[in-house]
Each structure stands twice: as C-alpha cells, then as structure tokens.
C-alpha cells in the first residue's frame, strides 16, 4: 500500500470520526427544534454543552489534513463550493454561539431565540454537508486546469437536495439514540419515537438515493461490484439498520448507539470504496477527475503528516475517551446553571 | 472592485475579528492556570477559586468565538485563495494540519472539562485541564504563527513543477521569522489579558463591589502587565524588528521611512506620512539611534526605500502608521502598569481613582495595538502572498464572481457586528451577575 492510498484511508477516518462525532451534535441540534418544554430543552443542550467543541475539531484537524495530503482537492472542493461554505460557516457560527449564549439571560424571547438558532444552524449544516456530499457523488465540472466555481444554483440540484434530507435524516436518528442514552422518563420516551420516525424516513431516503444514484451515476457502482468488500460492508449496513430498531424497542440504547456509529462508518467506507482511486470525479470527462495521486503532495509531505499523525491520533483519541467518560451518563441539570 | 481586493479585504476583516477573541484568551488561559493554582491555598483558596469561576465564565464566551470564527479561518484560505493553496499546501497545509492535531484537539476537549468538571473530577484533575488548555492554545498558536512567518521569510522547500515542496520540516517549522513573531505575539496576548482583567478589577473598585477580590486580581494583573509590557520591548519587540530588518528589508525601510540607503540612520520618533517623497512631512529624528538600535554600531549602512525595486515595494503609508501607533502604545502600557505598580507598592492604589478610570478605559488598547502589529506585518509584507515566490494576486481563486465575494463580505459584516454587540453585552453581564 503506498502512501497515497494510507491518506486516502485516514482522510475517511477523519470523515467517520466527524460524522459520527459532530453527527449527534448536529441530530440533537435538529431535534431540539421540536422540543416545547423549557426543561427539556435544557437537559437537551447540557446533553452536548461539555463535547460539542471538542468533537467539532474532527472537521477543523480534518480539512487541515486534506489541505496538507490532497491539496488540489482542498483548493477545488472549497472554491468550487464557495457559497455552500459560507452558508455551512455561518451555520456552524451561529449554532456555536446559540449553545454557548442560551442560558446566559433568563428571559424567554433571548432563549428561544437561541433555541431556534441552535436548531436551524444545526439542521442547515447537517444539510449542506449533503449537499455538497450529493455534488461530489455526482461529479463536478473540472477541467483541465483543475480550478473551477460552480453556481450556488447548479450546486442545488434535487440530487443533491435529497443527499442532504439523507444526512440530514442520518444525523437526526443517530442524535435522537444518543438522547435516549442522556435522558429518562417522558422526554426519553420521546426521544424513542423520535428515532422510529427517522428510521423509517431514513430507509426511505436511503432506497431512493441507491436508485438516483445508479441512474445518474453509475459508475459509482463500477468500484463496487468488483470488490468483495463491498458485499460485507453493505451486509453491515443493512444488519446495523434493522438491529437499531430492535435495539430501541428493547431499550438498548447503548448497542442503538454502537450500530447508528457502525451504520455510519459502513456508509462512508461504502463510499469510499466506490470513489477510490478518485478523490473528486470530473463530470467533464473522468480523465480530468482529481485522483489520490494527481491531487496529492509530494511523498515527503505524505510521510512527514503520516509521523504527525500517528503520534497525535492515539494521544486525541485517548483523551477524547477520557472526556466523554466523565460526562457519560444521565444529564444533571441539578447544579448551577452553566459550569 | 476586484476579486483579489475584496478576499483581501474579506481576509483582513475576518482574521482581525477572530484575533481579538484569540488575544484576549491565550493571556486568560495562562492567569487562570495561575489563579487556579492559588486555589489551592489552605485558606484564601477558596476567594480564588470564586475569582476564577468567574473568569471562567468570561473565557468560555470568548472561547467560543475564538473557535466559531476560527474556523473561517482554515476554510477561507482554500475558498478565496485555491491557487495559492495548490501552490503551497504541501507545507502551508502541514502547518494548519498540525495545528489541529497537535494542539487544537487538546484544547477543546479539556475546555469542556474545565468548564463543566469542577465537581465531577478530582481538584488536581481540573487544574490539569486548564493546563492542557492552555498549552493547546499556546501550541495552537505556534503553528498558524510558523505558517504566517513561512509567508513572510519562506524556507525548507525547492519549487518543482510549479509547486512548493517541502524538503525540510525543520526549516519550514523554524523559518527565520517564526520564534521572533511567536513571543512577540504571545507576550501581546498576554498583556491583553492582563489589561483585560485589570480593567475589569478596576471597574469593581470604582463601583465599590467585590473589593477583596477586585484587589487581589489587580496585584497579579499589574504585575504580570507590567512584567510582559516590558519584556514586549525588550527583548522580543526588539528582536522582532532586527529580524525584519535582516530578512524583509523592504518592509523595514518602509516601517522606519528610511527614503535614502545611508549609514548613521536617523530614528524618526515622529513624522506625518505623505504620498509625495520622502514619504515624510515634520520627521523629529535622533540622528544614529535606527542604526544603533538596529545593527549595534551608530555607523551601520540601512538600504533606502530609493534602492529597491518599486514593484517589490509594499503600501507605505499604513505600515508607518500601524508601527508607529504600536510602538507609541506599547511605551503606555509600559508607563501605566509602571505607575500602577509604583502606586500598588505604596499601598495607595485604590485612592488613585482616576487612574482606575483610566486602567479601565484601556482595556481595549492592547487589543488595538495588536490588531496594528499584524496590519503593519501584513501590509508590509505585499505584495507576496509568499514573499519573493508568489505575488498576492496570482494565489487568488479565479473563478468566483466578484459579485459573491462582495456579499459575503457583506454578510461577514452583518454577523461579526452583531457577536461584538452580544459580546460586549454578555461579558459586562457576567460581571453584574457576580457582583
């Protein structure tokens, strides 16, 4: 295995930790828009107040390492996306300072202003990762200098608008199991109901994307077919998704938890596997696709960030653990608010 | 106007915003290591550990802006400027990379145990968050300041087949500008949030509220001001300028307005900058002093702004400008953590009101010094995006409209007006809540 492909595997391992990380973030986000009592809104932004930040860093250590490994396919995917990247920023902003900003007035207006910011910069940014993830899928207009933008209106196309309500969709349930972990009584129970109603969207969602997919893109399914790999991993999808069901309904939500985390590892690895060797297809024609080797730097560069990398991934990931043991468990509203 | 002007401006609005939150909160990160520590004191701990409950407070809103702006940041830089991405990535990326890997991580993960663990993990646990916090940012701040000096003084790497590649981290890492910036930047932030805090215990002074503790934050502040206020001169400011003058000459000439190459340089104290030449109208001069200062030897020779070329040359009006004000502040800073000390010494502090008045009303000056420093860097480091590799203009991306880079502009405004106003608002609300 040379160096190109080893990024191109922990490019997806970043992706996974991101997606699995800030995804429940982002579901919780999502649901606290259809959360009414003012205590259960609480106990639902205390759920993520301690971790949010540190789970949001997956994004920031990961575009920093594409930058460093892939940088052709940095400076396309950003410029390309211009406008989808302000709107993600700006929906990351606000939902920042939304949960950091809540409970710093008692008054209702300033909370539930707050609260819908939180909500709606969550639910927006789960979306433009899909929309953009949709676009990537579909193959962008490169050419041969590599460069290009795309209009914000082309770059909203129902294909890509229903890969974002998957995302969406995906980071909803997988917040909802979260929640049944950080809550109890009738807000549990809630969140339970929660998770049916975006399992059932997310299976349809998900069918719908498979058959738009082989009709738009089919030679995302090329890779695929020819790697036994695939078999297994779309085994554990499926198996995942039917056991999160199961696991909800005998109120098993740690094992919900590991398979919605399984569920969403399968799927990007699945993509993965159907993208590889390329990193961005080019719509244009596949030659000028950017690829593991011509948007990659220099093989000291990869080798230099490999070193980084495997003396600080297994410090993160221990100290990651390390945090979210101690805030495991049921939500405790009953200190003073904030710290 | 162009695409080129309006992502610098977009750069240059966006960086300057997210810096004053990151001043403020690599300087608190390192009191709060200190207070915390002083928590542990058998019986004044527990004042302490109040005192640092609410800074906590104070740092946890500036920390999230920090962050949410933050990451515009690592983002702009591929959205606005692709080509000199593409250029440079291989070792500009590796720098941003390790920013994250190496010290961001660090921080945000022991922020939320900082900020929300005082009872659930032991006393000595908590006190080795805020550590971790506070090394994170200082790591953090390390990295992106090695990519900024990699810009300014470029080093480690050959240029083959139209791009940069790294051919020595340790060159690229230790370029000739990084240390010399890396404590002048770290002793700024420092004394922002010594004057930061200090304002704020003299608030609580002059409204009479929360004295014991008013005055025990106002020791420590005065002295770490004065402490780093000096040091800010001498020796990292110091070092910083002989650094520019050996590496960016160009920029050196164009701070100090040094018009003709000549030995016995003359120090120009005070002078108004002019668009016709010399570039300076009323210069009050000490005749050697730049020389002297600069080079060790009243004699030394220092190039003219006359002998280089003038498309190599930056904006001469705004890095005189930005310098000069910095350095006139950085000598206040000196004078007023000087005189609080003399007053703090003689055990007359609180009687002085007017100069609590004042202490309160320069909370926001080291910000703006540091806001100046940068520009003046910046600006006198055009027009290399890289200097002497690649010109600011061809690291643009070519392919977005103006047009929407003129409404993110916009809308960048709108926002970061609107967190400055809740900032505001926010930290004088905590200090009501507390007292």
Known sequence: ?339 | MDVVLLSRLQFFLTICFHFIFVSINIGLSWLLVTIELFGWRKNSGVIYVGIANFLSRLFGITFVIGVATGIVMEFQIGMNWARFSGFAGDIFGTLLASEGLIAFFLESSFLGLYLFGRNKVPHGIHWLSILMVAIGSTVSAFWIISANSWQQTPAGFVIREGRAELTSLRDVVFNPSTIPRFFHTIDASLIVASFFVAGIASYLLLENKKIDEAMKLIKITIITGLIFSVFQLFPFGHNHAIQVALTQPEKFAVYEAVYETQSHAPLIIFGIPTTTEPGIMWPVKIPGLLSLITFGDVSATIKGIKDFPPEDMPPRIIPFVSFHIMVTLGIYFIMVMLYGAVQLYRKRLWHKKIFLKLLFLSIPLPIVASELGWIAAEVGRQPWIIYKIMKTGDGASTAIPASNIASSVVLFILLYTLIGILYVYLIRREIKRWT
Request: glycine residues 6%; charged residues 15%.
């Open chain 1, 1 to 339: 295995m040379d160096l190109n492909t080893i990024w191109f595997l922990l490019t997806g391992v970043f992706l996974t930790g991101y997606a699995i990380l800030d995804g429940f973030d982002l579901g919780i986000g999502i649901l606290h828009l259809f959360i009414r009592k003012e205590q259960d809104r609480l106990i639902n932004m205390r759920a993520i107040s301690p971790l949010w930040d540190g789970n949001e860093v997956w994004l920031i250590a990961g575009t920093g390492s594409l930058f460093a490994v892939f940088p052709l396919a940095y400076a396309t995917i950003l410029s390309a996306f211009y406008f989808l990247f302000i709107m993600l920023l700006f929906s990351l902003i606000f939902r920042a300072i939304s949960i950091e900003f809540r409970n710093k007035e008692s008054s209702q207006k300033w909370q539930h202003f707050w609260d819908r910011g939180f909500g709606l910069g969550s639910l927006t940014a789960s979306f433009i990762f899909g929309v953009m993830l949709g676009n990537i899928i579909n193959g962008l207009p490169i050419n041969k200098e590599g460069i290009f933008a795309s209009d914000i209106i082309l770059l909203l196309n129902p294909y890509s608008i229903m890969i974002g309500l998957l995302i969406l969709t995906i980071f909803t349930m997988h917040g909802g199991i979260y929640m049944t972990l950080k809550t109890d009584g009738v807000l549990q129970e809630k969140m339970r109901r929660s998770v049916f109603i975006s399992w059932i969207a997310f299976i349809i969602l998900y069918s719908s994307a498979i058959i738009s997919t082989l009709i738009i893109s089919p030679i995302m399914f090329d890779g695929l077919l020819n790697r036994p790999l695939s078999f297994v991993l779309a085994f554990i999808q499926f198996a995942t998704t039917i056991f999160i069901v199961m696991a909800i309904k005998r109120n098993r939500f740690i094992s919900a938890f590991v398979s919605s985390s399984l569920l969403i590892a399968a799927t990007i690895c699945l993509l993965g596997l159907s993208l590889f060797p390329l990193l961005v297809p080019s719509r244009i024609d596949l030659l000028y696709s950017l690829t593991i080797y011509n948007a990659a730097s220099r093989p000291y560069t990869l080798f230099v960030m490999l070193i980084i990398a495997s003396i600080s991934f297994p410090l993160v990931i221990a100290y990651s653990v390390y945090v979210h043991r101690i805030f495991k468990g049921k939500v405790d509203t009953s200190e003073e608010e904030g710290y």
